[in-house]
């Protein structure tokens, strides 16, 4: 597996892993690899230092490298926020799991009332709502928090 830092055009920066440089290559050719931020599919690799194995664990920053400590802070606030979102809409919608493009469309064309929900759609199918004009989004799954 290999972990990249990729940047998306809008600068939002973001990391994902990859089976190999191949796989990552091949799926932003097919526009599969997303911004998580904002969505966007134009995504490039961005600088990345080597991860060296040492004594100091990952919550300890580098003195060699002050911008480490502020990245981090960052990091640990935006996992917060995503945090907040992914229990504010556990708590305040309906999970229809696999069901969720079913119940989008079937909102979405007025055959059932309206209501906050939430559920899995492959890539496939959350492009096919996105071309049918329903509105959707996806959140990222965090490490230590799957959702």
Request: proline share 4%; charged share 30%.
């Amino acid at each position: 597996m290999i972990r990249y830092n990729l940047r998306c055009e809008r600068g939002h920066t973001f990391e994902s892993w990859f089976q190999s440089s191949s796989t990552y290559d091949s799926q932003v050719k097919r526009k599969l690899v997303t911004c998580a931020i904002c969505g966007s599919t134009n995504v490039e690799k961005a600088i990345m230092a080597p991860r060296i194995a040492g004594s100091k664990t990952r919550d300890e920053p580098s003195s060699a490298d002050p911008s480490t400590s502020a990245i981090m802070a960052e990091e640990r606030e935006l996992r917060a926020e995503l945090k907040q979102l992914h229990d504010h809409l556990v708590k305040n919608a309906d999970n229809v799991g696999a069901q969720f493009p079913n119940e989008a469309r079937k909102m979405h064309y007025g055959d059932i009332e309206h209501r906050p929900i939430y559920g899995e759609a492959s890539i496939e199918e959350a492009r096919s709502l996105i071309e049918e004009g329903v509105e959707v989004g996806s959140l990222p799954v965090l490490r230590d928090n799957r959702n």
